[in-house]
């Protein structure tokens, strides 16, 4: 299972990387805004993206918008302080396939990958 | 400033706080920001635009900033890190974008986060909104939330 996380933090990504590995996931990339991530997504062709929204260069739904106009389909879960419920609704509808509101806990982001996960292999 | 722009904040750095650090903050009585008045030595900046506009600081002594981080990243770091001023800037995103999830009806953007770290530095907001300052209190030390922020519609934020 390969990951892609897409956050300006180096700090988010190192907690949301140490939850992955805890999962079993090992094949992690990394990507600092939306532009990186689209430079780095062709070669790592990520199993599933965790993003953030708020980023310079290229937000997180710029990216999802971009992601899926190139025909991919992975699932992607948003993990933003993006918490208001228009805004919930205007990622499902770029694409994103769940949601995490920072702050979590790594139980939440651990139940959320799985259902994802789930869903897509349904 | 209206009290509902402030209770959100209270709510939101004790939900941060307590959800990824497990540390309880204590809120103590929000004054009124004096001109001039000095800052933490570590500040978290967040800018917010839209229907409500203004600043957010989430301000630390450096002792305080350093345990803080030192439990939020998982290793001993002191403020001289390269990672350090990530850490405090994703603090004051987590606090500010939970306080504006609770302005229900508004539209409301956040900045990316600068962090400013020095004794005795000064934030300057826009000079006509009234800042105000909310005291905390945490096993790690004391450290404080400064709002500086106004509504730009008519409509108030329900309490």
Known sequence: MKVLLVDDSKTMRNIQ?????????????????????????????PDLLLVDWNMPNMDGLSFVKKYRSMGKAN????????????????????????????PFTPDVLSERIKETLARVAA | MNQNYIIPFMKSVQNVFETMLQLPVQIKEPTLKHDNEPSFDVSGIIGMSGDVDGTV????????AERIVSIFTGMEMTYEHDDFADAVGELVNMVSGGAKAQFTDKTVSISCPSVVIGSNHQIFGQKDLTCILIPCESDCGEFCVEVGIRNLVTAEVPA
Not at chain 1, 21 to 33: F, M, P, R, S, W
Not at chain 1, 75 to 102: C, F, Q, S
């Open chain 1, 17 to 45: 990387k140490g939850i992955l590995t805890q999962l079993g996931y090992g094949e992690i990339e990394e990507a600092v805004d939306g532009l990186d991530a689209l430079s780095k997504v062709g070669a790592f062709e």
């Open chain 1, 75 to 102: 699932p992607i879960i948003m993990v933003t302080t993006e918490a208001e419920k228009m805004r919930v609704v205007e990622a499902i509808k770029a694409g994103v396939n769940n949601y995490v509101v920072k």
């Open chain 2, 57 to 64: 600081v989430l301000s630390f002594p450096t002792t305080t």
